[in-house]
């Protein structure tokens, strides 16, 4: 490993990106993943996108799940919280990346 792995390594760490599915969640994901973290890949509606994120994230020998989170329902939230800490027994990042579509100007 060399200093900058060091400095900045996240292995034990658990990150939870809402809207993981996405862009910008999922270059999130994958360089949290990269730097060691094991990562939540959030995703509303868009499971596939999700489930493309985790396979780039295992090619790559990261660690991933999917969880669905609607970023504005509480239940949703705490559902998925509780999965993640009972997979992987803790969360110690949060990234909020969610993506929001407007039909309207």
Known sequence: MNYIE???????KVAVVV????????EMSFALSQAGA?????????KE?????????????????ACQI?????????????????EWGHIDILVNAPGVNSTTP
């Open 6 to 12: 060091k400095l900045f390594s996240l292995k034990g």
């Open 19 to 26: 809207g993981g599915s996405g862009e910008l969640g999922g």
């Open 38 to 46: 094991k990562v939540a890949v959030s995703y509303a509606g868009n």
């Open 49 to 65: 996108g999700a489930t493309e994120q985790i396979s780039r994230i295992e090619s790559a020998g990261g660690t991933a799940m």
């Open 70 to 86: 609607n970023a504005i329902s509480e239940d949703s939230i705490k559902s998925a919280i509780s999965k993640v800490i009972d």
